[in-house]
């Protein structure tokens, strides 16, 4: 096994110390020695440049940024994008920006470079910027659906519900492939008050779901909270998410929820206590049962699903409407909107 070379501690005299000093620093050194041997610091991006083999014809090296966006590196760029999807990989996504930043100064216009800053951009918490940076590289590739669906999930994000969903129609009829396009799609005509045609786009994206199946089942049987007409597809979601994972506590809570909005609050109850006891974490049932509870006079049932949701509740106004229950008289109107 090689040894890693430990810069910063030098032998010498102990100086005017004497042996007192001599010994104090014989303490000092086995503590030290971790910190001056420390791992060597990360190579530089000319070292990460020169580490990317040269492109072939058999890899085009299409790289999925942050999970979701796919972008090809090719010709002279496919070595600096390479190290850059790395560096974000890595956790070092400022690092990654500022490395594109500096590339796109030097290749003014280059659409992968500004799609690849913009993916990272809508990590980092800045979605106009990268709405900015989507719309420009679409200018010079205005066939390509991935980035009709990326400038749509970014102007999802923004609450632009119209936008984004003119541009994630667009990626649908360009053939965007996936689930992600007709989910994001249901998103945004859900957000524009259309049920039917969001309850369309879910069968779209579960006809295409893989692993997210039972997350889609579920969110796609909540358009019965805002349309009854489509409360018999929820519960078929449901008995499907319940079928997948029987001990999933998600659909159990929206079973509660619909029972609810229909007015049968037993079955609701039922069905809140069946998710908390698959997950006793459950926030969302904790509090739908603190207040279905409330409401119905059960003050202890009531009290009890409060202090485990304050347990867990984070956002200040729904942990002060928790609160407020645990004060509230048995039977006095409450409710976590």
Do not use: K, N
């Amino acid at each position: 096994m090689g040894e890693t070379r430990c810069r910063g501690i030098r032998r010498g005299r102990v100086g005017a110390g004497g042996a007192g000093a001599g010994r104090l620093v014989r303490w000092l050194v086995p503590l030290l020695l971790p910190i001056a041997c420390a791992a060597p610091p990360a190579p530089s991006i000319a070292a990460r440049l020169a580490a990317v083999p040269p492109p072939s014809r058999a890899d085009p090296a299409v790289l999925l940024w942050d999970g979701w966006h796919p972008l090809a590196a090719e010709g002279d760029l496919r070595a600096p994008l390479v190290v850059a999807h790395d560096l974000a990989a890595e956790g070092e996504v400022e690092a990654a920006l500022d490395y594109l930043e500096a590339l796109g100064a030097a290749h003014p216009g280059e659409s992968a470079l500004l799609e690849a800053r913009a993916v990272l951009e809508a990590r980092l918490g800045y979605p106009r910027t990268a709405e900015r940076h989507f719309a420009e590289a679409l200018s010079a590739a205005p066939e390509r659906p991935e980035l009709w669906y990326a400038l749509g999930r970014v102007r999802l994000a923004l609450d632009l519900f119209a936008a984004a969903r003119e541009a994630l129609r667009r990626a649908v009829e360009l053939g965007a492939t996936g689930s992600l396009v007709p989910r994001d799609l249901a998103r945004a005509e859900r957000a524009l008050g259309r049920p039917a045609a969001a309850a369309t786009a879910y069968d779209a994206a579960l006809a295409r779901a893989g692993d997210s199946r039972i997350e889609l089942l579920v969110e796609a049987a909540t358009l019965a909270l805002v349309d009854p007409a489509l409360e018999e597809a929820a519960r078929a979601h449901l008995d499907e998410a319940a079928a997948l994972d029987p001990r999933a506590a998600p659909p159990w809570h929206v079973r509660g929820l619909l029972a609810e909005a229909r007015g049968d609050l037993p079955a609701a109850v039922f069905a809140y206590e069946a998710a908390l006891a698959r997950d006793p974490r459950h926030l969302g049932a904790l509090t739908s049962l603190a207040f279905l509870a409330q409401r119905c006079g059960d003050r202890d049932r009531a009290v009890l699903a409060a202090r485990r949701a304050l347990e867990l509740e984070m956002d200040p106004a729904r942990r002060a409407r928790l609160a407020g229950l645990l004060d509230a008289p048995p039977g006095a109107a409450a409710g976590p909107e």
